[in-house]
């Protein structure tokens, strides 16, 4: 099997949102604090998570279905750098240009300059978690170019210059009035009389996406998924604000992970049954696009397509932690998952939150950078129960939890508990000196307090099984 694609080993530092300012514990504790935020969230999960449970249980074959769309992951994954090449091969006969681009300050690079060969100065942007990774809209407004969202909660997220804070539903931390005030605030030509009714919040977004889809000639768009055997570029969305981005503009880019590959078109049937049923709840996406190079007179007469790694490669490489690449982005994980509930999404300071960014970001990064995400996490094992595709979240945690940096206090800590556990009679000893912490109360003295600062001492038994072993 072949891994290594020649690409840097962790996406670059100083561009994109795969790192954040803190570290999660320092985060998570200030959402904490933030009562509408835990509000808004628990109703929305806990929406998705009633609606999703009821459509997945109409399938009578839902976990074969899981199963199936795990295996063609994994095969996939096996043979990415010739799927990849015969992808190349089939858009570039179909009229597209195909770009790779290593990370992130490549990509930004290249798409840049696309749009700024065709000398327009905005463009309009739909479904693309890819660009947000690299940074794109910072970029393109360097460069002088305005990227739109056309998404609504991109669009309000956008807006409101905020982050967003989940995959699906990236807007999931405001509520109605928080919208209102918004729109009021930012959006070109709102009425001031707008309500927060959501029927009205809709139609001021509608009316100023529809102005600007009918005057903007550049699209930049993600791709859920891209189809190897014809070079077929997907796009799953449920406004129709992507097939307006898909069909209207002179020049669409599209950027894409190269992890998003399929071989077939049989094997997209697997994935449009599993993604809008865990995602969203629906039986069927409401708008799905499909698009093969350029067609003369219809659509975008320009059609480019950057292939990004940015990590990947290096993802790949490990046998535990490349299924964290299967990901088809669901957003199922995020909605039971119950620390992303009480914490949100900006806590995880990636662009990628809850138990997915938790393994997904530290290995495109490098775990160094992220250190303290493969911990944001129970190991309650939801997350790995909602996959549609089967990827064993809490065990690629374990793994990278392995691949942190300890604290010099932690190790030398291990390596004495090593030690003592290796020698029986200093095995006894400490055990019997563990009654002291008794006396200590529920904490540790410094520099191991660090344990203690969020946990409870556990209480020694009165009496050891040595001791109860000896009486017999
Ligand atoms: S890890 Fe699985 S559940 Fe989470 S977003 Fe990806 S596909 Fe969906």
Redesign the pocket.
Known sequence: MSTFLGMPATAPRGVGNLRGDESFPAAARKALGNDQLRRNLGHATTTIRAKSGAVIGELPDWQELRSAGSALKAATMARLPELLLQLEENVTRAGGVVHWAADANEANRIVTELVRATGEQRVIKVKSMATQEIGLNEALEEAGIEPIETDLAELIVQLGNDKPSH?LVPAIHRNRSEIREIFLREMPGVDPALTDEPVVLAGAARRYLRETFLSTKVAVSGANFAIADTGTLVVLESEGNGRMCLTLPETLITVMGIEKLVPTWQDLEVFLQLLPR?STGERMNPYTSMWTGVTPGDGPQSFHLVLLDNGRSAVLADEVGRQALH???????LNVCPVYERTGGHAYGSVYPG??GAVLSPQLTGVEDNASLPYASSLCGA?FD????K?D?PSILVHLRNEVPHPRTERAAMAAAAYTMDHPKLYAAAQHAAKLTKLAGHRLPPPLNGWTASRDLPEPPPETFRDWWAKR
């Open positions: 995959i865990a990901c088809i982005r669901c957003s199922a994980c138990p997915i997350c909602a996959c549609p595709v990827i979240i």
